[in-house]
Nanobody
Framework: QVQLVESGGGLVEPGGSLRLSCAAS????????MGWYRQAPGKQRELVAD???????NYANSVKGRFTISRDSAKNTVHLQMSSLKPEDTAVYYC?????????WGQGTQVTVSS
């Protein structure tokens, strides 16, 4: 059974930083493309960033230069370092693991950017 557990969300002021983490259980981490998605109220879930098993990364245009995704294979964990946060970054952030045709999601963590 695969479980993805996110942590690190919270309330931050505009311009601030947060670091999200997603810990993966099971044996999939080494074979999975790991990603972060977000969903704001009334909007569709969208890709924020993802990282392949080889470390190649991909970012949404809206977060390029502000967010950094990384993976720690020793701890089966993927991180999302978010800097220069804006109110429009407010959303529930979800971790995703994709292995072949299988997809797994975490439960989500709320990020609120507000003064």
């Amino acid at each position: 059974q695969v479980q993805l557990v996110e942590s690190g969300g919270g309330l931050v002021e505009p311009g601030g930083s947060l670091r999200l983490s997603c810990a993966a259980s099971g044996s999939i981490f080494s074979r999975a493309v790991m990603g972060w998605y977000r969903q704001a109220p009334g909007k569709q879930r969208e890709l924020v960033a993802d990282i392949t098993t080889g470390g190649s990364t991909n970012y949404a245009n809206s977060v390029k230069g502000r967010f950094t995704i990384s993976r720690d294979s020793a701890k089966n964990t993927v991180h999302l370092q978010m800097s220069s946060l804006k109110p429009e970054d407010t959303a529930v952030y979800y971790c995703k693991a994709a292995v072949w045709i299988s997809t797994y999601w975490g439960q989500g963590t709320q990020v609120t950017v507000s003064s």
